[in-house]
């Protein structure tokens, strides 16, 4: 296990130092230590020369194509973005809902909540959400009297409980696939295990804000959302409804009527097209390279994480972190589950899911004997913290980006009580698991 | 500024360019490599799948069926391999059966490579090999595919988020009304060839391959079917045989003769509510026995340590040994005392395994017109010998041609 441990800590090591002392961007600091590592790892293990260069260069390209699909969605989720921050359409919405729900601050904190999680409910992913819902609430969320790093932090949690909410949680799918169990009965589990804590959250998180919302003081400041508003009338919805309508068919009803899924990014395209026409001009050709530059970081990281991950698989590393957490003392195992699935997360949320959700999967499910499915959904939620952990952190990135917050970090510190009482949570009902029994359906 | 940047630009893409030319002829290499599968004169005749489904035609997934037929006429079994092109003891077995299995009474029906597209490419994120090689008795080097569990996004792309399973226009007697044969699985589960039975006959090309075999079953009245896999040690359904409600019996009865020749081995009833799986759909929409094997195999595990073609072969590894030190071997499903579970010995489990079938298919069904004699395997006491030679030499190129 020793030269395992060895190729950790040069692969580690090399991130950090491309990270920190470099100051490469995180996606380059990835590849350089999934290629040192790689190197290392294979001629330390006696791999000839010519074999260990040819095993890295497809192992990169390989892992790059791990998240290509995930790569595709924000890409296009990006260009919906711009195109519905430049027609004025989410000005007119922040005016519209500030206007209708002022009077009941905690009912409309709880409404943008569930907005926000919508779409991560019906993709799977975070970044779906924050990108698209995420986005179209922060203004509303700024404008409520929230400060950046707040309204960021309500975006990044709902983020995350939105990708764990049924009826689509991509991480307990990628467990399932790991241990053959079908994705029957999660909606129960999964609606006691988020819902409770999107309320939670929100409140606690923006209810001190806005609980004294002054709506005539706060008009002066929705002039240019209201002027956009009158200007454009209804059409200037359209876009969001395009949307919303296209998820729900394509991810809940097409398959059921044997209609083929056409896609996130082809979805994300198809409104963005449509909000070329309904409010202010838009010159495409510079939209479209603007939101493809401010998602080239992201994009980049994930490459990065593909590599990272295939190598440090190859490598043996992988099978070192889930043979070392498994060695602990079996009381301290969910502990381990708490704490490494979410660490692992700074790698990449679902690769945690697929290099340790697994395993203790079979450790909770099979091996102690608990309801597999509850056992299931909460380790996914478990893995769902790992998009806010840096560098990487999906959610906690985005939501920095659609609230103008520059520093990450300071997201992530407003969220570590959400964080801890998320993972608390999550670790009670795991270790509950057959209490919760009665949850399964759906 | 702007020319340092340019010149930056263009190391960058040249160097990414380089990089894409290097990789793609390897994957290139990989998914045009034509496995050299040696055809004796135990092989009758061979025929492509597309006779059982026409969509096949000219898709990566028209594969060949060996046919190995019986002087005497009588039953039939079809052998399936390569549903997971990464657990390579299922390809090897069905490819060994092919080249030394003789067959005097009615027929065997061998499909190694059952999902090609698996075989053509490696998983992602999982840092396989390519490829393996074994020397054979000749002094032969011959290779074959380390593939992935699931077939290339070139063949059928993109994924969607969740999968809906159903059974396309296939009904069955036997399912009760109002069982819900449709289920949600994993969006990637859509390119699993055991999670697309019973198949769709224009649907992707997973699925077409699924329909041609439930077809092929059911066409030539096929009496028993077994679909030959790997698992990973820490998974609980290990050196088992699964077995339809219908093949229960005849599964206990494998268990207890291969018992008797110190080849252990558990019995798992195929669950009723998993669809998409050959021992589930195959028993419920075909009149055959539906079996599937499954023997442990180091090199898929989630614990696994440097992963190689050494580790394919030998599965030999560390961190495996250590996981089997936890709390007292209890968290594998497999013996690791050894520390290591050989590529020859899977392989050798697999092949007693179907030899044993064979044997109690014929008592179970108790008729002389639907017996299989494999002449290699007249009893139990055969296979006993066949699996011990083949543990000890611990070489699998031993029984290649």
Partial sequence: MTPYMITFFVMVGVFMIGCFALKWPVGVSMMAAAVIGGLEGMLAHGTSFSQTITDVVRMMVEGEFGYIDTILTIACAMIFMKVIEDSGALDALSSLLIEKFHK?????????????????????????????????????????????????????????LGMIAPPVNTAALVICAGIDVPYVGFTGPLLLL???????????????????????????????????????????????LVLVVLMIFFKVIAA??????????????????????????????????????TATPVMAILMGVGMFIELMTATGVRGFIVVTCLQMPQALWLLACCISIPLFGAVSSFGACSVLGVPFAYIYGTYLGGNVVVCLAAISLIAAVGDMMPPTALAGLFAAQVTGVKKYTKILVKCIIPIIILLVWAGFVLVSSKKFAWSVFG | ??????????????????????????????????????????????????????????????????????EEEGGSILILGGTHANEPAGHMAAIVMLE???????????????CQSGLTHNDPLEGTPQYLHFTTKNGDVRTFHFGSRASNPIDQWPDPDTYLHTSGDWTSSKIKE????????????????????????????????????????????????????????????????????????????????????????????????????????????????????????????????????????????????????????????????????????????????????????????????REVIIDNFPDIDTIGEFYEEMVEADDLGLWLN
Avoid: W
């Fill in chain 1, 104 to 160: 009941l601050p905690a009912v409309l904190l709880i409404l943008i909540m569930f907005i926000i999680m919508f779409p991560g409910m019906i993709t799977g992913s975070s970044t779906a959400a924050v990108l698209s819902a995420g986005s179209i609430m922060a203004p509303v969320l700024l404008l409520l009297g929230l400060d950046n790093v707040t309204a960021g932090s309500v975006i990044a949690m709902g983020g995350i």
């Fill in chain 1, 194 to 240: 988020t819902m409770p804590l999107a309320i939670l959250f929100v409140l606690m998180l923006g209810l001190p804000k806005i609980k004294n919302l002054d709506y005539e003081k706060l008009k002066p400041a929705l002039e240019k959302q209201d002027a956009t508003r009158k200007e454009y009338g209804f059409k200037i919805y359209v876009p969001f």
């Fill in chain 1, 256 to 293: 059921k009527i044997g209609v083929t899924d056409l896609g996130m990014p082809v979805i994300f395209l198809i409104s963005a097209a449509v909000g070329l026409f309904t409010g202010r001009k838009i010159n495409p050709l510079k939209a479209v390279p603007a939101a493809i530059r």
């Fill in chain 2, 1 to 70: 500024m702007k020319k340092k940047g340019l010149i930056s630009t263009c190391i960058i893409l040249a160097v990414a360019l380089t990089l894409a030319i290097i990789t793609g002829i390897s994957f290139s290499k990989k998914r045009n490599f034509v496995e050299d599968i040696v055809i004796g004169s135990n092989v009758t005749s061979q025929f492509k799948l597309d006779e059982y489904n026409e969509k096949l035609k000219g898709t990566v997934g028209d594969v060949d069926v060996y046919v190995l037929k019986g």
């Fill in chain 2, 100 to 114: 030394q299995f003789q067959v005097s009474k009615g027929t065997v029906y061998i499909i190694p490579n059952i």
């Fill in chain 2, 178 to 369: 109002g069982v819900n044969t449709t289920q949600t699985l994993s969006g990637s589960e859509v390119r699993n060839q055991n999670r697309c039975y019973p198949g769709i006959q224009d649907g992707t090309v997973t699925e077409r391959v699924s329909y041609a075999v439930t077809n092929m079953i059911n066409q030539l009245k096929i009496d028993l079917i077994v679909d030959l896999h790997e698992s990973s040690p820490e998974y609980a359904v290990n050196n088992a045989i699964v077995a339809h409600e219908d093949a229960l019996s005849l599964a206990a009865d494998v268990k207890l003769e291969l018992d008797s020749v110190d080849l252990s081995i558990r019995v798992e009833p195929s669950p009723a509510k998993l669809r998409g799986l050959t021992h589930r759909e195959l028993g419920d929409y075909t009149d055959a026995y539906a079996l599937l094997c499954e023997v442990g195999n180091p090199s898929q595990g989630r614990f696994r340590g440097y992963t190689d073609e050494a580790l394919a072969i030998t599965g030999e590894d560390p961190c495996y040994q250590a996981a089997y030190k936890i709390n007292g071997g209890t968290l594998l499903y497999v013996d690791y005392s050894s520390g290591n579970f050989p590529i020859a010995l899977r392989v050798a489990r697999h092949v007693a395994t179907v030899a044993q079938m064979v044997l109690s298919m014929n008592f179970e069904v108790d008729d002389p017109a």
